[in-house]
């Protein structure tokens, strides 16, 4: 069983930034993908960004520029760094673990609980 940890949500001004954390237990971290998606109110879940095992990153074409996902397989985490946040951005972010479906899908079969991003001045 995967246990998937986030942490480092909160409250941010508009044009601020934040680093979002997972941690997983298990000891199979290093051969999974990891992503994070995030949900806002009345709205459907949507994919953030994921990375490969080897590192290779994915970010929503939104979001290229101003998130940034990144993998420390010794650690078994990952983390999203995202700036230049804007109240748009509010949302439960969730971390999530699973495999790549082609080059540029991926398929998250286990999630975090989610943490609580809010953009707002």
């Known amino acids: 069983q995967v246990l998937l940890v986030e942490s480092g949500g909160g409250l941010v001004q508009p044009g601020g930034s934040l680093r979002l954390s997972c941690a997983a237990s298990?000891?199979?971290?290093?051969?999974?993908?990891m992503g994070w998606h995030r949900q806002a109110p009345g709205k459907q879940r949507e994919l953030v960004a994921w990375?490969?095992?080897?590192?290779?990153?994915h970010h929503a074409h939104s979001m290229k520029g101003r998130f940034t996902i990144s993998r420390d397989n010794a650690k078994k985490e990952v983390y999203l760094q995202m700036t230049s946040l804007q109240p748009e951005d509010t949302a439960v972010y969730y971390c999530?673990?699973?495999?790549?479906?082609?080059?540029?899908?991926?398929?998250?079969?286990?999630w975090g609980q989610g943490t609580q991003v809010t953009v707002s001045s």
């Open positions: 298990g000891s199979m971290f290093g051969i999974y993908a």
């Open positions: 990375i490969t095992k080897t590192g290779n990153a």
């Open positions: 999530n673990q699973g495999v790549p479906i082609s080059d540029d899908t991926y398929s998250p079969s286990h």
